[in-house]
């Protein structure tokens, strides 16, 4: 528990050290916290996280003995099945599995933040106090998922894009949504967007 309060702690910093003044600052303090959360979920044992401990884990060295054409035969989603035999090609070590998969979550997740909050130090208090960088060690395939949605909306954002937002968008939900199914939800997206988020539109939202 020590460790995660440190983080926390050092993550406060950023207030006194005021990083949202610029985007250089902003940048500096993103890719060092961030670097240090990777650090920490890349070298941590198989054994914290109980979905990594009692599912993950064990379909990672599985897969590693499996051919591309069995890949189908799990009862896992087969984006995520088949992001483990991409892994499982280079090592055969769960722990680079682990650190790999850490490093492409965070990763994405921090430069999220950075590109999108206003305030750098708010958003990544948010990212640990709310758990889900936690859960981030756990739930490994919606972790996946999330980061894939997140590109996707940015690639929502780039309105220049015109028919080509529409074309890019749709695959990266389905490449989230075959790593975890509940990513389809996502195609909402569009339609909140044409809505408007109004007060008399939040019952529908919750809804």
């Known amino acids: 528990m020590g460790i995660y309060i440190a983080v926390l702690v050092l993550v406060l910093s950023g207030v006194l050290f005021n990083v949202n003044k610029s985007f250089r600052t902003k940048r500096i303090y993103i890719f060092f916290v961030f670097s240090i959360l990777v650090l920490i979920s890349a070298l941590r044992k198989y054994t914290i996280g109980i979905d990594l401990n009692r599912q993950y884990y064990n379909l990672f060295i599985r897969v590693t003995s499996m051919e591309w054409s069995d890949i189908g035969e799990t009862a896992y989603d087969i984006g995520y099945v088949v992001f483990n035999k991409l892994i499982a090609t ?114 529908a939202s919750v809804l």
Not at 131 to 140: A, Q
Not at 143 to 148: E, F, K
Request: with cysteine.
């Open 90 to 203: 280079l090592t055969n070590d769960p722990q680079w599995f682990i650190a790999a998969h850490s490093i492409i979550v965070l990763g994405i997740t921090g430069w999220f933040i950075l590109k999108y909050s206003d305030d750098v130090v708010m958003g990544t208090v948010l990212f640990i106090a709310n758990n889900t960088w936690f859960m981030y060690m756990n739930v490994l395939r919606q972790a996946l998922a999330i980061s894939i949605i997140l590109i996707a909306y940015d690639v929502w954002q780039k309105k220049e894009w015109k028919i080509k937002r529409y074309l890019i968008f749709t695959i990266l939900l389905l490449l989230a949504s075959s790593c975890h199914s509940s990513a389809v939800l996502m195609f909402v997206i569009p339609i909140m967007e044409r809505a408007g988020f109004k007060r008399n539109k939040i019952l």
